[in-house]
């Protein structure tokens, strides 16, 4: 069996953004970059079926700038056999679905798992346009995953607005993966340094023959205002004054 | 008071980062065959997991651990709530092999990096940190010293956390003074010896991590030669291990009791009492009776080191807090608004003594970073040039041996005091325990004491090692220094800084041939009141001079790099300060000492003993 994880380079959750002067994008210098932890999800559960199914291959594929190489390296060290590095540059999500479109014809894998969104766009579309692409059986925001012995079909458990909800899925199928599916693995020693042998293919995007060019053009971005200072109010009149006239909530 | 695990464990990763890859270019080292099996991108991700496990982990055990410290239940020490998980991740990890040798199934990782993984492990959680690395110092001696059965018996379960380890050197009556050990052993046959006799302090003696402790101790065999000459090593397991590798029966090793102490409270220190129903055995270590302390010297330097990073850990940790503490805290107004009661009140950073600690600590912690990875690159050098360039590889060994001391004795000193400078900054919410500094001044005190108290380090220093391979590493040591401060002594931006190390590093001198003559002349009460400010002094000044290299490189990366963000301009702009700041406020007080080194006063030395007081 063979399992393809699509993950993303992004910077990481603690880091601090900037948008540049320009507005057109955030500032790449002295940003820390991770895994972003919705694709690390995707990577663990891929590891999870490998290790009880045994005989399973499970590649990574990202699409981005050679950067990502470091992202890829991070989830071959926690044990996934082989990385596919697309390189191409301000895709939007069309133009990434595309690509992994591409990847998916030539891999053929059994099942897709990626991230249900990236921490940084928040778009929450790739997975879904793959599936509509590629004519496949879609699992979004999914916290259970239990593969059938014949792998033909799977039951996940999904998050739903206030619930869950159980749905039986025809493999090969796209899943996108919500927190609770699992908690990832940190890579350990061992699997570094074995990580460093492992084939990583780079895949140059334009060669790849689909329309890269973003349909979602970025006209300016900007941040989100400071918030205020707070300030100490002297009695309940001057709050109830302040709600009413100020915040406005009252 | 909550006892939520939540994690005050702060790291400083790009500080690390700059000490390891801009300074003191530890990259260098991977174009060495010893280490070409890696890369800098491995030890990042190696880096990286580390300060995650130490901040998910056992970052948040620390203060709750510290609360429930270690129990002894029927004779069985119980660790704290969290611990045995925190245990079999980091094994599962793999952090502790590290730097072990390929050969002995480890990871021969650069010692350079290492030091930054046990930075950031003993950081978050110093107790917890104590049981992996006495197990590290007891394997790394099964490893080189032991062969056959013994090897194949403990050696993989140590490596993997089934099995834990300690250094069993003290007793009651010998502390200090090592050579003093009674522990008794009698040979039955070969290598196996029944061992009896009383340990003290011993860390990590007992507890419930692993499946066995494997303890390293050293007895004397009957007729042995009186003092350290007469001492052999023994490995000495909790239980005897099974010829398929199980557990077995007990080995006769009991847990008598645990210390209640300052600080370090969830690391165990037992009591054991070996052979009491004359049923324990051990195993003589390197076939060879009587060669126990060169043997524990191997595990002791290393240890030594481990133990200056404990300082450097708690210390930086201790920093980092006290800073977000100091933007975060309001009291008082600005200085320069002193007239008027109406003033806005402003952090407490914006105060020029606050300030003052801050820097203070910083430069501090950067100071004793740099020495720890120094010392640790010449390490790594010494082992990867051994066979191509034996005369190189003989240089950095110097330099190690050289080093050593100063690392065990200034980071473990300054990490005390730096602890004290950060519940200074706190004010009264640093004397209570919802802030972690507290704990990080208690948990540090101790660094100063075990592995050689700091005076037996200066001893070791002024006595032995300043006159390592016939004086030849002091003349290398120096002529660095010389080169530096003759090359940079007119530098725009800090020459006056390389110019005042120049002075300090003069003043050295001087007391160095103050030490010299008392050592000549016989006066070794006055040499040996004379060593511990002898090391202080050469301590500030390679620190001094590691931190003004820095300055150097940081003022040349801020300056000539117009791609950067500001946080690495402000980085930048931030070494450069503390270096001038190290310069200006702390190496004149190395005058000081050679003058009290040069003085040859002996009012501490002549005082009569009732002198001190005569009411007790
Ligand atoms: C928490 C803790 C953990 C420990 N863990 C271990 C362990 O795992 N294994 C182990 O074997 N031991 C361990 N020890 C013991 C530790 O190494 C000793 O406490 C230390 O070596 C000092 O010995 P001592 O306590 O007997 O003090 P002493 O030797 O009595 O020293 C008291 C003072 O006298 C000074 N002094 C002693 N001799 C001289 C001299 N010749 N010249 C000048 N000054 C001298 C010392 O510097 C010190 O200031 C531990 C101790 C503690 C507190």
Not at chain 1, 73 to 91: C, K, P, Q, S, Y
Not at chain 1, 106 to 128: M, R, T, Y
Not at chain 2, 421 to 442: C, F, H, S, T, W
């Amino acid at each position: 069996m063979k399992i393809l994880v699509a993950i993303k380079r992004v910077p990481d959750a603690e880091t601090t953004i900037k948008v540049n002067p320009e507005g057109t994008g955030i500032v790449n210098a002295g940003v820390k970059w991770v895994v972003n932890p919705f694709c690390e999800i995707a990577i663990e559960e891929a590891l999870k079926i490998k290790e009880t199914k045994g005989d399973v291959e499970v590649v990574l594929v990202t699409v981005g700038r050679s950067e990502s190489q470091e992202q890829l390296r991070t989830g071959l060290a926690m044990g996934a056999d082989r990385a596919i590095l697309v390189t191409a540059e301000n895709l939007d999500t069309t133009g990434v679905s595309r690509v992994l479109a591409k990847i998916v014809e030539k891999e053929s894998p059994d099942v897709v798992f990626l991230g249900k969104q990236a921490i940084d766009d928040d778009s929450n579309e790739v997975g879904q346009m793959l599936a509509q692409r590629l004519g496949w059986a879609q699992a979004c925001y999914i916290s259970e995953f239990n593969m059938a012995d014949d792998a033909k079909s799977a039951q996940v458990v999904r998050e739903i607005d206030g619930g869950m909800r159980t749905d039986k899925v025809m493999l090969p199928a796209i899943i996108t993966a919500d927190l609770r599916l699992n908690e990832p693995r940190y890579a350990s020693l061992p699997g570094i340094m074995k990580a460093r042998k492992k084939p990583l293919e780079e895949i140059d995007g334009a060669s790849l023959g689909v329309d890269l060019e973003p349909k979602i053009i970025i006209k300016s971005m900007a941040p989100p205002p400071a918030r205020a200072a707070g300030r100490l109010v002297e009695s309940v009149d001057e709050l109830i004054n302040a709600l009413k006239n100020e915040a406005k909530v009252l | 008071m909550s006892d939520a695990a939540i994690n005050q464990y702060k790291a400083d990763l790009r500080s690390m980062e700059f000490t390891l890859y801009e300074h003191l270019k530890v990259q260098e080292v991977f174009t060495e065959d010893y280490f070409s099996h890696l890369s800098r991108e491995e030890c990042d991700q190696i880096i990286e997991q580390t300060a995650r496990f130490a901040d998910e982990y056992i970052g948040p055990l620390n203060g709750p651990a510290d609360r429930a410290g270690c129990t002894i239940v029927d004779g069985q020490v119980i660790t704290p709530e969290g611990f045995k998980a925190a245990w079999s991740k980091l094994y599962e990890l793999g952090v502790p092999n590290f730097a072990v040798p390929l050969e002995h199934g480890g990871f021969q990782g650069p010692s350079s990096v290492g030091s930054v993984l046990h930075e950031l492990l003993s950081g978050a959680n110093c107790s917890f940190n104590m049981y992996p690395s006495l197990t590290l110092g007891a394997m790394d001696l099964v490893a080189t010293f032991c062969k056959g059965k013994v090897r194949e018996t403990f050696l993989e379960p140590m490596m993997d956390g089934r099995f834990g380890g300690t250094m069993c050197l003290s007793e009651s009556q010998a502390g200090s003074d090592v050579g003093s050990a009674t522990t008794k052993a009698v040979k039955i046959e070969d290598n196996r010896y029944k061992i009896s006799g009383t340990k003290c302090w011993i860390s990590a003696g007992d507890h419930d991590l692993g499946e066995n402790i494997v303890h390293l101790v050293l007895a004397r065999v009957e007729g042995a030669p009186a003092g350290t000459k007469g001492i052999s090593l023994f490995v000495v397991p909790k239980y005897r291990v099974n010829d398929d590798g199980s557990v077995g029966e007990s080995n006769d090793v009991q847990t008598v009791s645990i210390e209640h102490k300052l600080g370090i409270k969830a690391s165990s220190t037992a009591v054991l009492a070996f052979g009491e129903n004359d049923n324990c055995e051990g195993f003589l270590v390197g076939g060879e009776e009587n060669s126990g302390m060169k043997q524990m010297f191997q595990m002791m330097n290393s240890a030594r080191i481990i133990v200056g990073i404990q300082g450097l850990a708690a210390a930086s940790s201790a920093y980092l807090n006290a800073l977000a503490y100091a933007r975060d805290r309001k009291q008082g107004s600005s200085v320069k608004a002193f007239k008027d009661p109406n003033a806005p009140r402003v952090a407490i950073i914006e105060h020029s003594d606050v300030r003052r600690m801050l820097m203070e600590m910083k430069a501090r912690v950067e100071g004793m970073r740099s020495l720890v990875v120094k010392l640790s690159k010449h390490q790594d050098l010494s082992l990867a040039l051994a066979e191509k360039d034996p005369d190189t590889a003989n240089y950095h060994k110097g330099q190690v041996d050289l080093l050593t001391p100063i690392v065990k004795a200034y980071c473990s000193d300054q990490g005390f005091r730096v602890c004290e400078l950060a519940v200074q900054v706190y004010g009264g919410a640093g004397y209570v325990q919802d802030n972690p500094v507290e704990q990080y001044l208690r948990d540090s005190k101790i660094f100063s004491i075990y592995e050689g108290t700091n005076h037996i380090q200066a001893l070791d220093l002024v006595v032995r090692k300043l006159r390592g391979r016939k004086g030849q590493d002091l003349v290398d040591f120096t002529s660095n220094m010389t080169e530096f401060i003759q090359t940079n002594a007119n530098d725009p931006g800090i020459g006056a800084e390389v110019r005042a190390l120049g002075a300090a590093a003069q003043g050295l001198q001087e007391a160095g041939a103050s030490i010299m003559e008392y050592m000549m002349s016989g006066k070794l009460d006055q040499l040996t009141l004379c060593a511990t400010p002898f090391l202080e002094a050469m301590s500030e000044i390679t620190v001094g001079h590691l931190l003004l290299e820095a300055a150097l490189i940081a003022e040349e990366c801020r300056t000539q790099n117009d791609d950067q963000s500001q946080e690495d301009f402000d980085f930048y702009a931030g070494r450069v300060m503390s270096a001038k700041f190290f310069a200006n406020f702390i190496l004149p007080t190395v005058h000081a000492k050679v003058a009290a080194i040069k003085s040859a006063d002996r009012s501490a030395l002549d005082i009569p003993d009732r002198g001190f007081s005569t009411a007790w």
